[in-house]
Nanobody, 113 residues
Framework: QVLFVESGGGLAQPGGSLRLSCATSGIIYRANSMAWYRQTPDLQRERVATIYKSGLANYADFVKDRFTISNDNAKNMVFLQMNSLEPEDTAIYYC???????WGQGTQVIVSS
């Protein structure tokens, strides 16, 4: 069963931008806070940004002031606007609940000149 469908990844130059999208079921979306995570090439998985059911958001220090998480309640979707991308942002990005459950396929982001 596919719980999360992530899209929007790709190749970006340093300093560039990408916008990731995530679709999930209404049941999951309405019951949980949602987050974006990433798995870096060295296989470390880290939480990038969280949006709580209250609407408040928080961010990992390494993306603060560069990334913005948002959602669309009508469409059960979560987004991650990524600006000022750095090569260190290269990773597979995953959408999930917070705390997380089973992982989806993710979407690959590569930042390189």
């Amino acid at each position: 069963q596919v719980l999360f469908v992530e899209s929007g990844g790709g190749l970006a130059q340093p300093g560039g931008s990408l916008r990731l999208s995530c679709a999930t079921s209404g049941i999951i979306y309405r019951a949980n806070s949602m987050a974006w995570y990433r798995q870096t090439p060295d296989l470390q998985r880290e939480r990038v940004a969280t949006i709580y059911k209250s609407g408040l958001a928080n961010y990992a220090d390494f993306v603060k002031d560069r990334f913005t998480i948002s959602n669309d309640n009508a469409k059960n979707m979560v987004f991650l606007q990524m600006n000022s991308l750095e090569p260190e942002d290269t990773a597979i990005y995953y959408c999930n609940t917070f705390p997380h459950r089973d992982w989806g396929q993710g979407t690959q982001v590569i930042v390189s000149s």
